[in-house]
């Protein structure tokens, strides 16, 4: 909402002694938060009122003219213009050498066909105005400025009426009053502790006849529209504003277009009710219905648009045809023209939502609207139309009619609350006299009688005590209330998962992985990315049903594709190497729910030089160890359709499958412009974390030393190395204590078909230091096993 | 025998002063005083000696040992010190050549920022929870006082999953508001981080999944001068204790008052200019809107099974997202969420 402060300073409260910015500033900290504020002067600089002393042609051109400018000063300044319609005596805007004009434009003398010219006569486009706000201004040349009353010197930003600031505020929900240049006065009244003053309009009326003659209004959608007032002027003469009030109209950012229309911008832009004026001569059957639209009825509005309207949608009607689309935009068919002699102006009340909804359904949000979807105050269309038939008079524009019409579907509640000082100042933390709060409170126009508040009908937000304890404590200043710390009993603390993702986090960058954050909504396509079955049930994804795109309308049910994402991005990024994990949160659909299970994967990707498959089952362990989790066990996957069939394994923890590791199959990763080997593996976090194991108790360090054997064995090459170390590990008995493989050997001296595997055993005994008939009786143990059951033999 | 052993004496301290190294050294040992050594040539003569004599001249074969071993241990250490200096300027190298790389995986900036928030709140006694982002309009919107027909509640705005428009992307943290109260008993401080969802294309300032921080207090006598000071506190410990902050009106459904917090900006300090040029941070304000906050609505607090006549409490709720990039300068929102190496290598 647009304020200019010669309108707030000449009609409701002077604060002209108050600068820009502390107006600004001081509105802020009271609940009016000023988006931005700008001088309507600020693009203008150095553009003067001049007098042509003279003119005469160009030496060296058939069109342009040399004329001598008095600007005010002892010698008139040489200008250059290509304009024909200027004559010796018109007075012109000049804009002098080092002028600026709207637009940055920067003006400075120069030569024109080697003739000096020391400035720029300009036209009324080139000071940023347009046709509405110069009515009868010759757009095709200079501005002459002689009906303006200014004199040569005169500075140019005067003359437009650019002498002002436009505050721009930034308009709360819960404030539609504030949509208004009087519900903003009373805001800067006493945000400075001032009254402001009110003004009362005055119809004097005319014998031209009386509206219950000539009209009828009728209002059947009456839970759609509160209140409908009407008001009708004729012998309109149609014609251009004042300048008073083009001028405020422009500060505002309205167009000017005719006094009729302007009046009912003024109106709206001054009470904050939307007006609107109707063509007397369109009006069918002479009658206004107020009704739901028919299905697929159609309305051009005022744009030239053609709109299909249908049930839900508020219309203005006559006795057949839609004339106007309620609170949002008039019907060109009723549109006020040139030739237009009796009006009918309509000031109305209607719901909020259903405007909203229309207004979005037609996709056509209007300054009318935006103030209706806020609920306005229905007490405000009669002051309104009020109004707007004073200035009619004012500006001599017509006759206004007898009567008023007036349909109330509404009944109006006075609403009272009790000033509760004492719970104000304890929910405040303030100690503020309840004198104090009732002066507060009378600023803002809300009066006090006998400790109840009467809530005046423009302020719906005012319901309980924290209402008027809001007002209280900004009147008094939120910044004064004194900051008091408070003592908590409860104790803070993370939930355990957080601390075990913080865990994780700090374990996976320790391994040089970088931390990604991605979308949790992922486009459909990423099952068929990952070449998922299409009868798996990852496919059976929560769907948006209102999507900004197709590529963000499904919940992932799965983290891969997220990861592949980034890791695709960053190769295109040419970054040779990536090493990403994240902790993303998928929507697993549940039987039985409305919500989905939200559990969390702990993903890593990684491509480029030296990574590879044990690379990333060693850094996976490594976290795993780190989270204190159970021993994980890997079995090869040939049949996940999104990793390389010899080279994935399934994660398992007791039993339980926890996801699934590998090269990315290479299908998948070209899919995602991936040419290079990407390796990745994917962990159900959440059921991870409740397999953590308890924090460890101290063991004693063994007293007696341990012993290495190294087995060489040659076995199958089908035999896989987890298999040999489970026999080894359960022939070995209580005093292996570890076995670690250290070499896999193929090639000369070992057959075809077959493979030789070393380990290293490590024998220990808690109470006595081993005899090599001890360690000879474990390794005979072991090999009778391997043998036996794997066909494993001692190289 | 004397002057053989005075002999042997100057003439192995003079060969021993001449000694080059631990080989030289261990040849003239083995010479001088080995078991076929000069020394013990001359003591073999000994026998030959009377007894009067053999002591008198033990004795001075024992000194003449004893001198020249000191010698040849003296000599040892000055070899042995030349020898390792020589050893040690042979082994010099050139430090200035990169250390081997060791790869450090980074945290990303977001969740950096969002660590050292939690970190603040948990010792001042909150407790950090988490909760679904797929959520029902009741905890969302209904229950937080957001009326049905109220425009955070249009298609236009928030994602949904139901035709009745009952289920949906959570918009806002605060849903947790609900979620909390319900399941705990005042006196109640709660922090709850966490994604939301609206419909917003991605540019440099919006993005359709953004982060929030969400905080909330109820027990006996909690004020507005409580929630200004938690605040207050929190920003300094954030911006820096110089960091200065104001507070505005403002207007939430799910609190009353309400409030927002601004910080001076720290670019122009509050002036909204540098070098005479509108400033770029604030945009000419001076004031960087920090977070929204106020005292729990009457209405929530009963909506939540919470007698509002006996308790109060405050809430708020920051944007992680703009808190990060201002304390990290980061200018673009979509660099957050496009996790280029180049960038989330940076912190």
């Known amino acids: ?795 | 025998m004397k002057q053989q052993l005075e002999e042997i004496k100057l003439h192995a301290l003079a060969a021993l002063d001449a000694a080059d190294s631990p080989a030289a050294l261990e040849e003239l040992r083995v010479k001088l005083l080995g078991k076929k050594g000069e020394l013990t040539a001359v003591l073999k003569q000994m026998g030959k000696l009377s007894p009067e004599e053999r002591p008198v001249m033990g004795q001075i074969a024992n000194a003449v040992r004893a001198e020249i071993e000191a010698k040849l241990e003296e000599c040892k250490a000055s070899i042995g010190a030349k020898v390792l200096e020589a050893k040690l300027a042979a082994e010099a190298i050139d430090v200035t050549i990169p250390g081997e790389e060791v790869e450090m995986g980074h945290q990303h900036p977001m969740n950096m920022v969002l660590q050292e928030v939690k970190d603040i709140f948990v010792g001042m006694g909150y407790t950090v929870v988490d909760g679904p982002e797929v959520e029902y309009a009741a905890n969302n919107f209904t229950r937080l006082n957001i009326e049905e027909g109220h425009p955070s509640r249009d298609r236009s705005d928030t994602f949904y999953f139901t035709d009745d428009d009952s289920i949906l992307l959570r918009t806002q943290t605060s849903s947790m508001q609900i979620r909390f109260m319900e399941n705990n008993q005042p006196p109640l401080c709660m922090l709850a981080p966490g994604r939301v969802f609206r419909k917003d294309e991605a540019d440099a300032t919006h993005s359709p999944m953004f982060h929030q921080i969400e905080g909330l207090v109820v027990a006996e006598d909690i004020t507005m001068g409580n929630l200004k000071d938690v605040l207050i506190t929190i920003m300094q410990r954030i911006y820096g204790h110089d960091a200065q902050v104001r507070f505005r009106p403002h207007h939430f459904p799910f609190t009353e008052p309400s409030c927002e917090m601004d910080m001076q900006c720290h670019k122009c300090h509050g002036t909204g200019e540098v070098d005479g040029k509108v400033c770029s941070t604030c945009h000419g304000e001076g004031w960087i809107e920090l977070l929204g906050a106020g005292m729990v609505h009457p209405v929530v607090l009963e909506n939540c099974g919470i007698d509002s006549t006996k308790y109060s409490g405050f809430a708020f709720g920051m944007g992680l997202e703009r808190m990060a990039m201002g304390r990290l300068r980061i200018n673009d929102l979509r660099l957050i969420f496009d996790n280029d190496m180049r960038f989330l290598n940076q912190f």
């Open chain 1, 1 to 795: 909402m647009k304020l200019n402060r010669e309108w707030l300073n000449k009609e409701f409260v002077d604060l002209s002694h108050i600068s820009d910015k502390e107006y600004v500033e001081k509105l802020t900290v009271f609940g009016q938060k000023v988006e931005t504020y700008e001088r309507m002067d600020a693009e203008i600089k150095n553009v003067k009122v001049g007098k042509v002393v003279s003119i005469v042609r160009h030496e060296n051109s058939d069109h342009m003219w040399v004329c001598q400018v008095d600007v005010g000063e002892a010698e008139p300044v040489q200008i250059v213009t290509g304009a024909q319609n200027v004559h010796e005596g018109d007075l012109v805007p000049a804009a002098l050498h080092n002028s600026y004009l709207p637009g940055g434009i920067h003006i400075t003398k120069g030569k024109l066909r080697g003739v000096k010219s020391n400035g720029m006569l300009c036209s009324f486009a080139e000071l940023g105005l347009t046709q509405n706000d110069v009515p009868g201004a010759y757009a095709d040349g200079i501005w002459i400025l002689n009906d303006e009353a200014c004199a040569p010197g005169d500075d140019i930003n005067a003359v437009i009426g650019n002498d002002d600031t436009v505050v721009e505020f930034e308009i709360t929900n819960n404030r539609p009053d504030c949509y208004s240049v009087i519900g903003l006065a009373r805001e800067s009244a006493a945000a400075f502790g001032l009254t402001m003053r009110h003004h009362e309009p005055v119809v004097k009326g005319s014998d031209a006849g009386s509206i219950y003659d000539k009209l009828d209004v009728e209002v059947p959608a009456e839970n759609l529209c509160n209140r409908y007032t009407a008001r009708m002027v004729a012998n309109v003469k149609i014609g251009p504003s004042p300048k008073w009030l083009r001028h405020r109209l422009r500060a505002n950012g309205v167009r000017p277009i005719n006094n009729i229309v302007d009046i009912t911008n003024y109106v709206m832009l001054e009470y904050g009710q939307p007006m609107h004026a109707f063509d007397y001569r369109y009006i069918g059957s002479n009658k206004i219905v107020v009704r739901e639209a028919a299905e697929g009825e159609t309305l051009t509005t005022l744009d030239g648009n053609v709109r299909t309207l249908k049930p839900g949608m508020l219309v203005i009607a006559d006795g057949d045809k839609p004339i106007g689309l309620a609170g949002i935009m008039g019907g060109e068919n009723s549109e006020i023209m040139d030739d237009t002699t009796t009006v009918v102006f309509e000031s109305a009340n209607f719901n909020g939502t259903s405007i909203r909804q229309t207004a979005l359904a037609l996709g056509m949000r209007t300054e009318s609207s935006g103030k209706f979807e806020k609920n306005l105050d229905p007490m405000m269309t009669l002051p309104a139309v009020q109004r707007a038939c004073e200035l009619v008079e004012l500006l001599e524009a017509g006759d206004v009619l007898d009567g008023i019409i007036d349909i109330l579907n509404y009944v109006p509640e006075a609403k009272e609350l009790p000033l509760e000082a004492d719970r104000i100042n304890h929910l405040l933390g303030t100690d503020i006299s309840e004198e104090d709060m009732i002066k507060y409170l009378n600023l803002l126009e809300i009066p006090v009688e006998n400790g109840m508040i009467q809530v005046p009908s423009f302020r719906p937000d005012l319901n309980l005590m924290a209402d008027i304890a809001e007002e209280v404590g900004r009147s008094y200043g939120y910044n004064e209330i004194p900051t008091v710390p408070f003592k908590t009993s409860t104790q803070g603390g993370y939930a355990p998962i957080m601390l075990a993702e913080n865990k994780a986090g700090q374990l996976c960058r320790a391994l040089g992985y970088s931390e990604i954050i991605t979308y949790s909504f992922v486009s459909p396509a990423i099952f068929d990315n990952i070449r998922l079955p299409k009868d798996s049930v990852l496919r059976n994804a929560l769907k948006i049903q209102n999507p900004l795109g197709e590529d963000t309308s499904i919940m992932r049910t799965i983290a891969l594709p997220s990861m592949l994402d980034i890791l695709s991005r960053n190769n295109a990024y040419h970054n040779k190497k990536a090493k990403l994990y994240e902790l993303a949160k998928i929507y697993l659909p549940t039987e039985g729910q409305d919500l989905p299970a939200e559990p969390k994967m702990l993903v890593l990707g990684t491509y480029g030089a030296g990574e590879n498959f044990f690379k990333l089952k060693g850094e996976l362990e490594a976290v795993m160890t780190g989270l204190r989790l159970p021993k994980a066990s890997y079995t090869a996957v040939k049949d996940n359709p999104s990793y390389h069939p010899g080279r994935c394994a399934a994660v398992s923890i007791n039993g339980e499958l926890l996801g699934y590791m590998g090269q990315v199959h290479p299908l998948v990763a070209k899919t995602y412009g991936l040419e290079c080997e990407v390796y990745c593996a994917e962990i159900n976090f959440s059921r991870a974390f409740e397999m953590m194991l308890p924090e460890p108790t101290f063991t004693p360090l063994p007293k007696y030393p341990a012993v290495t054997r190294d087995l060489s064995l040659v076995c199958g090459e089908e035999i896989p190395v987890a298999e040999l170390e489970n026999v080894i590990v359960s022939a070995g008995g209580k005093l292996l204590r570890s076995v670690k493989l250290f070499d896999i050997y193929r090639g000369k001296g070992i057959e075809d078909g077959k493979k030789s595997v070393a380990f290293s055993l490590e024998l220990r005994a808690d109470d006595r230091t081993l005899t090599d008939t001890d360690s000879e009786g474990v390794v005979s143990k072991v090999l009778k096993a391997l043998e036996e059951k794997l066909g494993a033999v001692l190289r």
